[in-house]
Structures are given as C-alpha cells and as structure tokens.
C-alpha cells in the first residue's frame, strides 16, 4: 500500500473552494478501486491550509489516477487557488479501521 | 467531525510490536461508531516512527474512546514501546472517499 498525507496551502479565501473541487475528485475517485481512501481535511488552526490523507492500494495506482482525465481537468481548476503544495509526506500504510475492510 | 495525524517514535527496533498493538487497537474500534477511520502507516523512510490517521465524529468520541478499559490496557502495553510522541497535529475531516460512506 502506499500513503499520502499532503498539505495544500491556497491563496487567501480560497480554501472552500479548493475543498469542493477536492471533494468532487474524491467523488470521481469512488470507483477507482486502487484508491481506499481520500479523505479532506481544514487545518484547525490556519483557515488558508488544507492536508489531504490517501491510501492507494500502490504507488503505480496513484500515478494511474493522475493520468485520468477528470484529474487532469481537477488539477487545471484547481491550480490558481493554490499558493503551496510543500509540505507532505509519503508513508506506508500497514492497516486499521476504514482501511481493513478495502484490503480484506 | 475530528481529526488527528499521530506521530509515534519507538525505541530501536519495536515499531513491528508497535504496528501489532495499534492494529489490535483498531480492531477494537470496529464497532465504535463515534470513530470513522484509525489507520496504522509506517513512516518510509524512518524505520521506527508510525503515523495513526484517525477521523472521528467529534473531539468528544475520541475522549470516550480513551476512557475505555481496552484502550486503557493497549496504552499500558504501548507505553514501554514508545521513546516519543510529539509531531502530531489536529485537524477538522471535511469528507471524501472512505470517509463519506460513514457520515451519509
């Protein structure tokens, strides 16, 4: 399995809208069945940060997802919101609630 | 909703005990409805360090959550394995895939 835990910094007031284009990838992610998990996160503290927590069932299933269509026009919405993508971290998942009934 | 991104640093060669408790630790939060996801990664590139992505419906299931006696005694296990536990951070799950299933 393979991890992701990305931070997305947007520019000023534009978090929400990065969230519903977020939120509408994770949609057309539904019937990806190499992606587990995509789940959207506000940062508590600073109202322009974003951190996006992946589960993908391997790295190759990630770099397929980038290559679809309706990411590629995700990314192209999504880009003038953002004003930093530094940040993240890989990881690798090993299992637990959410995760071990997509793996069983 | 509640979100935490856990940091566990172990001693020396215990994260593999670790992962084994955390996972037990998961699996008896499958039939705690107040928490949506508990899963177990290992970091890629230090060998005894484990992040814990947890989704929870609010701050105060995963009070409740601490105050079970399983998570009492997995705790006690935990406790002799860990060498340190700051890095987190807290955040507010929005939705997403893996996430939306729980929360219709």
Redesign the interface.
Known sequence: MY?R?GKIKTHPGKRDEM?EI??RA??G??EFEG??????????TDPDTI???E?WRSQDDHRASLALAETQAMIANARPLIADLSGG????????????D?TD
């Open positions: 991890g835990f969230v977020l939120l994770a949609d992610l539904s992606c587990y998990l995509y789940v959207v996160n506000k940062d508590k951190w996006v927590m589960a971290m890989e990881f690798n998942p090993v299992g637990g609630k959410g995760l071990t997509m």
